[in-house]
């Protein structure tokens, strides 16, 4: 009996010690960045890069003053103003004051502590959640933060990113660390391919409209499959920053050969011996066959349609070519709310979405202001005319994104079919700057957020992809870009 | 933040249950920048009148009862998750809150801004607010090392349970960024091995 009860927990070890040896993309990273654990505490985390704007950093700055302390690793810690700047004349004083004002704070922040700054005008200012990636700044296996919620964007290179507040960007200016609770593990799996004509816009904005905004709280995320694996570096990033929108830490998905054909040459990345270092270590990140997570969803790809967002939240996404819920297709406990979203769009609960007018559109964004998504735009509205009712606000991400426009001529056919581009900026995403959707008005957006208000006071907006927001940009109602 | 290590106090009784954080600070004084300032408007509702003349008959406008230790009945600091409670609290002077029981958020919220909430048990609480009516000169003894805390009146003892990183920073008088400072040589340390 003695030899049988040994026998058995041995195996009960093994089998402990297998689920214990498989590990998860973010179980590899996490480890290997905890510094100490503080017992029956946080961990205390080793950052690798730290991202900085304008709005979440000033009480920061002023805190280590306070302190008299200096930024203890300032080469890690990049800043660039994106949310206050104007989209127009960027080489003259901006004209709101409260908008100067932190622009100049986070000058002055950057020059007193010793800090690199992509500052109005600088060849790579634009938002920090693109020039990071295009500047070879994020890497796979890094530890990656910024006083953000869009910085899951960063874990499409397969890494561990995640937006802070105030008080934890000043921990990590003063150490490079932070203390964090160790997050759970979900991983999303998209089997199968995505139909032509849908985006990764899409195939985010039906993840969230199934998990709803809360739906993944309190995890890290994983996302996995063949539909995963064969999207672009820019469309992983588009899947990654919406992340937050279902209430994710982050996202992050596993880097390979796609990751590295991106970096490599990239001003930031590693160069020679390094890379084949780097490249040697990021092998050996992904996801070990038979790692537990502590949650695990699958969907098919292939069902998905090119989708668009009816309501004032992102969760509240629906095919373009189908109908706004009824009333009593939605659960009880959401009616209230639903009620409040539909009178706010002045929207009829089960009507149908696809030919109501719209009056705006937005191409740009952390979400879909990359070149990949102006060439989206371009290719759909070449040879069309933009609907001349339609008022369109086309920002790049960055100014490297527009000099890429430039190059590929993407500028002569946006201007041929009477679109103009602005310059670079978070611009009418949260609208802090001059870009604001009047109150009533419609606006098509490939941005994250469609909050009551987040376009400007009273902004009706409908969240969707480059393709989706280009057919409209060409119509002037809701138009399933197929249809044309 | 201060250390804290033993605080003897006289009380201030607040006998009502469930007090949540929009009472502790009203939602209309969040919109400062910085930390400070928010002990004026301490129990803002309850304090002031319309006109912001005091309320003669609330506790902290009676000049009876005073100390850096606030007694609440229990569930106290419930409601919103906003900070700005435990800023107000820890500027208006207060170093102990005392009560049955916390809300979750508010306590973590509380010990990292200096303020130690004591759990103490449904009796302890009773007799404590029965000794402050009797003698409002009643102290409290905390002391955070042995993680005890008496009734001065009575003599009763009590211990209290406290998450040891936080007793750890409270003691030392550490926030968050002073731990991390603290751990410098591991940071270094992990650099290299890096
Ligand atoms: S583009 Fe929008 S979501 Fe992205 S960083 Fe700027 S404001 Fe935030």
Same mark, same amino acid.
């Given at each position: ?43 205390? *985390? ?53 908008? &100067? ?30 020039? !990071? ?7 796979? !296996? ?68 199934? *998990? ?10 994983? =996302? ?10 820019? /469309? $992983? ?22 990751? =590295? ?21 990021? &092998? ?10 502590? $949650? ?8 998905? /349609? ?33 009620? &409040? ?33 102006? $060439? ?77 208000? $987040? ?21 002037? &109602? ?7 | ?194």
């Amino acid at each position: 009996m003695k030899d049988i009860k040994q026998l058995r927990s041995k195996k009960q070890q093994i089998i402990n010690y297998i689920i214990m040896t498989k590990r998860t993309l973010f179980d590899k990273i996490w480890d290997a960045h905890v510094v100490t654990a503080v017992p029956n505490g946080p961990t205390q *985390l080793y950052i690798d890069r730290h991202y900085c704007h304008e709005v979440t950093s000033p009480q920061a700055f002023d805190g280590l003053r306070k302190r008299g302390l200096k930024v203890f690793r300032p080469e890690k810690t990049t800043l660039s103003p994106d949310h206050n700047i104007p989209t127009l004349l960027q080489n003259q004083p901006i004209k709101d004051l409260i908008s &100067k004002h932190q622009v100049d704070t986070l000058t002055r922040n950057a020059n007193e502590f010793g800090l690199t700054m992509y500052g109005l005008g600088h060849s790579k200012n634009g938002i920090i959640h693109v020039i !990071g990636p295009e500047n070879g700044l994020t890497l796979p !296996g890094m530890t990656i933060v910024c006083g953000d919620s869009h910085t899951s964007t960063h874990g499409a290179f397969g890494s561990i990113a995640f937006g802070i507040g105030t008080s934890e960007v000043e921990m990590v200016l003063a150490s490079q660390c932070i203390l964090q609770p160790r997050p759970k593990t979900m991983r999303i799996t998209f089997n199968g391919k995505l139909k032509s004509g849908v985006t990764a816009k899409d195939l985010a904005l039906y993840m969230i409209s199934q *998990l709803t905004t809360g739906g993944a709280t309190g995890y890290f995320v994983e =996302y996995a499959g063949e539909a995963i694996r064969a999207l672009s570096m820019e /469309e $992983r990033m588009t899947v990654c920053n919406l992340s937050i929108e279902m209430g994710a830490r982050g996202g992050m998905i596993a880097p390979d050969e796609t990751t =590295y054909d991106y970096i490599i040459g990239r001003e930031f990345a590693p160069k020679d011996e390094a890379w084949d270092n780097a490249l040697a270590y990021w &092998k050996t990140l992904p996801t070990d066959e038979g790692a537990v997570f502590d $949650r695990e969803i699958t969907f098919d790809a292939s069902a998905i /349609e090119p989708m668009i967002t009816y309501g004032t939240n992102p969760g509240m996404g629906i095919p373009i070519h189908s109908s706004i819920p009824k009333l009593e297709d939605i659960d009880p406990a959401g009616r209230i709310s639903f009620e &409040k979203a539909m009178t706010y769009m002045g929207f009829t609960p089960g009507e149908k979405i696809e030919g109501k007018s719209i009056d705006y559109v937005f191409l740009g964004s952390c979400t879909n202001g990359r070149i990949e998504d102006f $060439r989206v735009f371009a290719s759909f509205v070449k040879g069309r005319k933009k609907a001349e009712h339609v008022i369109a606000w086309l920002v790049p991400g960055s100014w490297a994104v527009e000099k890429q426009i430039r190059a590929e001529g993407l500028d002569k056919i946006l201007e041929e079919a009477g679109f103009a581009l602005r310059q670079p900026g978070c611009s009418a995403c949260l609208a802090m700057n001059d870009d604001k959707v009047p109150a009533g008005k419609y606006a098509v957006s490939t941005s994250n957020r469609n909050f009551e208000g $987040r376009q400007g006071p009273g902004a009706r907006t409908l969240l969707s992809g480059p393709l989706v927001a280009a057919a409209a940009a060409i119509t002037g &109602k809701i138009t399933d870009p197929k249809n044309i | 933040m201060e250390k804290f290590q033993t605080l003897t106090s006289t009380c201030v009784p607040l006998p009502i249950e469930n007090v949540d954080t929009d009472q502790i600070i009203p939602a209309r004084f969040l919109k400062a920048t910085t930390r400070e300032g928010f002990g004026a408007n301490l129990f803002a509702d309850w304090r002031y009148d319309k006109s912001g003349q005091p309320i003669s008959n609330f506790v902290l406008n009676n000049p009876i009862y005073s100390g850096q230790a606030l007694i609440a009945g229990k569930n106290f600091g419930s409601g919103s998750s906003r900070e700005h409670a435990a800023w107000a609290l820890a500027g208006y002077g207060f170093k102990v809150v005392v009560s049955s029981f916390f809300a979750d958020i508010f306590k973590g919220n509380a010990l990292n801004n200096g303020v130690l909430p004591v759990v103490v048990s449904d009796v302890f609480l009773l007799e404590l607010f029965a000794a402050i009516q009797v003698d409002p000169t009643t102290t409290i003894t905390v002391n955070l090392e042995l993680q005890t805390i008496s009734n001065n009146a009575s003599g009763v003892v009590e211990t209290f349970e406290i998450n040891p990183y936080k007793k750890e920073c409270l003691l030392h008088g550490l926030d968050d960024i002073d731990y991390l400072l603290s751990k410098k040589d591991a940071i270094e340390a992990w650099e290299k091995a890096h």
